[in-house]
């Protein structure tokens, strides 16, 4: 059984892991954190940490004491400089909370890059893990709609360098803005982008710690993960009703099914495709017939077939990226937003209009 650690920092981070809590007690129950059964098969431990309370308050399915406040005020307001001081003044305080619960075989942080705590908070923490334990540590990152902002788009910028800087182990990426196809307003989008999310990891912590036909392991996952530029994503599809096997491996590794923008057959490196399902409806000449396909076009692809009766077939694509055009499109942006702020900063420094404006005022007291 392996030993699992989720960190989720910042609001982005604890509501995915929310989301994940609430798949792993089960939709249903809005009591689930009240419930010690877990539909884990690892040993999962969850930690929600912010600077934001509320934030942390609205968390409904993670267990109160996974819940770590780092009192600031209300937040870091996106600055990613007082971000970094906040988590290195709390850093003992932290990293306390995590070695209380053990020790791990593998660890996955998850934020978003763009706000205050949690790019800040990550690659720190990622650092802090790394120098002190030997387990794998990857970051989940999402990024931001390109529309939010200048300041968004500076700081995730930044934020995916200082995690790759920080000794993660692998950067997955999920892209608010490719997945906002999901529709509705925000929130909607929000959630339905968090469901995917979380759907992926509980499926790839399932067949990491589960008895296969055909096996692949927390090794197999760390050697995909080390290929390409450190940079991956992953991809899902569950069958509908009569759909082969061969169709819903195609729809995984289809935009459809990715949380970041790429063509796999062009930027992939390294995969691991998992099958799950009924034995009837897993085809061994289908899947390996797709498996092939792929393998063909980015190299080694690792194969889990998992046999559950009466389930339709779900497939589950882990893919390291070797080139990752949209990322470049990202830091396009991003350098025009750092440059837009510097100069604005510039801009204000130098005007003195309102200094003078105030000026005239000088030595005068209102009268009544
Ligand atoms: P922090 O609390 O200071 O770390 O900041 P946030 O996590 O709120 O970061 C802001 C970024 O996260 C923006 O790009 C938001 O679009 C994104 N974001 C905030 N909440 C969510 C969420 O629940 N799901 C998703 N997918 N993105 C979110």
């Known amino acids: 059984m392996l030993n699992i650690l989720i960190v989720g920092n910042g609001q982005c981070g604890n509501r995915i892991l929310d989301a994940i809590n609430r798949e792993a007690f089960g939709k249903k129950s809005r009591f689930g954190k009240y419930l010690s059964q877990q539909k884990y098969k690892s040993n999962v431990e969850t930690i929600a940490i912010n600077t934001a309370v509320n934030d942390l308050k609205e968390m409904k399915f993670t267990k109160a004491k996974d819940r770590i406040h780092i009192p600031h005020l209300h937040g870091v307001g996106a600055n990613r400089n007082v971000g970094k001081h906040v988590f290195e003044d709390n850093k003992t305080h932290i990293m306390r909370q995590i070695e209380e619960r053990g020790n791990f075989d593998v660890c996955f942080v998850i934020t978003s890059a763009s706000g205050g705590t949690g790019s800040s908070f990550t690659p720190m923490l990622v650092k802090e893990l790394k120098e ?18 200048t300041l968004y788009l500076q700081n995730a910028a930044f934020c995916l360098r200082d995690i790759r800087e920080s000794g993660a182990d692998g950067i997955i990426l999920a892209d608010n803005q490719y997945l906002k196809q999901m529709g509705g307003n925000v929130e909607s989008a929000y959630n339905g982008i968090n469901d995917m999310i979380a759907k992926r990891i509980l499926f790839l912590l399932d067949a990491l710690d589960s008895e296969m036909m055909m096996v692949t392991d927390l090794g197999d996952f760390k050697t995909v993960m080390s290929g390409g530029a450190g940079l991956a994503t992953i991809g899902f599809y569950e069958a509908k009703e009569d759909m082969p096997v061969r169709t819903a491996i195609q729809k995984a590794l289809s935009p459809s099914g990715l949380l970041f923008s790429t063509d796999v057959y062009d930027e992939a ?16 000449d289908e899947i390996s017939t797709e498996v092939e396909k792929l393998s063909s076009a980015v190299g080694h692809v690792f194969k889990g077939i998992i046999v559950r009766d009466g389930e339709l077939p779900q497939v589950l694509a882990v893919l390291t990226l070797e080139s990752a055009s949209e990322l470049e499109n990202l830091y396009a942006i991003a350098v025009d937003a750092i440059k837009y ?28």
């Open 341 to 368: 702020e510097r100069d604005k900063k510039e801009r204000v420094s130098n005007v003195k209009e309102v200094d003078r404006a105030f000026s005239q005022i000088d030595g005068m007291d209102p009268s009544y």
């Open 269 to 284: 490196s390294r995969a691991m495709v998992i099958i799950r399902g009924d034995r009837e409806r897993l085809s061994i």
């Open 132 to 149: 002190k334990h030997d387990f794998p540590v990857y970051s989940v990152v999402v990024l931001p709609f390109r529309e939010e902002g």
